[in-house]
């Protein structure tokens, strides 16, 4: 590799890691934020919350690295541009094709790396993050009962339990029953326990009083009871033990779908061919913003107001071939004979770069010519 291609690729790594940096933690403390209120507010431990956040980050990271790659190939050329080095290199017979190439080795590390996450740690993590949410959601003593605090595990009903003995009595239960739009129902208890029968989990309360109010004429009707069975088990959410989704599947089950797997995901053929393809469209993004960024800012003579057009044109450049994702994405997942259109983004923007390097190296092509003194209008 040539010494400039090493400076500028250097350049270009760490701007990158700066940006992944601040991208990542930007999306990870707001998906932070949402995992810390759902599972506290759950009563669960702050380890769960660490583990959540955690298997979440793969998939923060693949957001953020593209962007990241954008933006470190905006800043960089910006900065060798407004300095003079890209002028001096481009002095000693370098076309603006071969300065592309250090920004090429960048996009192509920076597609490896997505396709680590893409077809290894998304899916794996996605998998494992299922399955604990499945397993916290069996758990009634984490997610139901905590004691001093009311809880509502569905809407419509309110649970309060005083204290839960090392023995696991609860003592002084409160529940609240509000669903009903004819009848309100509180069931009050001295001590209750929880028992297990085959599928379905008995809120067992002893020395209690049951207060239904009628809303038709505002009418409360109270009855005390020895022992009351009251079934808890449709107020806790239902598990995911029903089968794999389709972004817990490997590449290679994507793309050879069979009836049982389409079964077992609930999803059709053409959907997972799409997808699997999909995952190496989105390795490929990473290559392309990089080269967007840089050869947009190419084009265009020097300004003293600086790049800022060039800026706002290589983001629009880049809502573009997400429109372009979307649209080969939604068609390929309508047929399975059309999978090519999810790399229609990572093509598209190749074009775009081709053309915008093209242009940039020979900007007469699309400049008015003047007109010869004299000339008839």
Do not use: C
Not at 331 to 346: D, E, K
Request: no cysteine; aromatic share 10%.
């Amino acid at each position: 590799m040539a010494r400039f291609d090493r400076y500028m690729l250097s350049q270009l790594m760490m701007l990158f890691g700066f940006f992944s940096l601040v991208l990542v933690l930007v999306y990870w403390i707001n998906r932070a934020v949402v995992l810390f209120d759902q599972l506290i507010a759950d009563g669960q431990s702050a380890g769960v919350f660490l583990e959540f956040t955690a298997l979440s980050l793969p998939g923060v990271i693949r957001i953020a690295l593209p962007l990241a790659a954008f933006a470190a190939a905006i800043y960089v050329t910006n900065r060798m541009t407004s300095e003079s080095e890209l002028v001096v290199v481009q002095a000693t017979g370098f076309s603006l094709f071969r300065l592309a190439r250090p920004v090429l080795y960048f996009g192509l590390i920076v597609g490896l790396m997505m396709s680590v996450l893409m077809h290894l740690l998304v899916p794996a993590s996605s998998a494992q993050l299922t399955l604990r949410q499945a397993e916290i959601a069996r758990n009634i003593t984490g997610r139901l009962l905590t004691p001093g605090a009311f809880i509502e595990p569905v809407s419509g009903i309110t649970v309060y339990i005083r204290d839960i003995t090392p023995g696991g009595e609860l003592q002084d239960v409160f529940l609240a029953d509000t669903r009903s739009p004819e009848e309100h129902v509180t069931y009050t208890a001295a001590r209750a326990f929880l028992l297990r029968e085959q599928d379905e989990t008995q809120l067992v309360m002893i020395d209690g009083m049951v207060q239904t109010l009628r809303l038709a004429d505002q009418r409360l009707f109270t009855t005390r009871f020895a022992d009351l069975s009251y079934n808890i088990g449709d107020l806790i959410a239902a598990g995911t033990d029903g089968g794999r989704r389709a972004s817990h599947l490997s590449t290679w089950e994507l793309l050879n779908p069979t009836p049982e797997l389409e079964a077992e995901t609930g999803t059709p053929a053409a959907r997972l061919i799409a997808d699997g393809h999909d995952r190496f469209s989105q390795s490929l993004l990473g290559t392309v913003a990089a080269l967007i960024g840089f050869a947009t800012l190419m084009v265009g003579s020097y300004s003293r107001f600086g790049v800022w057009r060039q800026i706002v044109a290589a983001i629009a450049l880049i809502v573009v071939i997400k429109a372009l994702e979307t649209a080969g994405l939604n068609a390929a997942r309508a047929n399975a004979q059309l999978w090519f259109l999810t790399y229609l983004p990572s093509l598209g923007g190749l074009v775009i770069v081709w053309f915008l390097l093209f242009w940039a190296s020979r900007p007469y092509l699309f400049r008015r010519r003047p007109r010869p003194a004299g000339a008839v209008a």
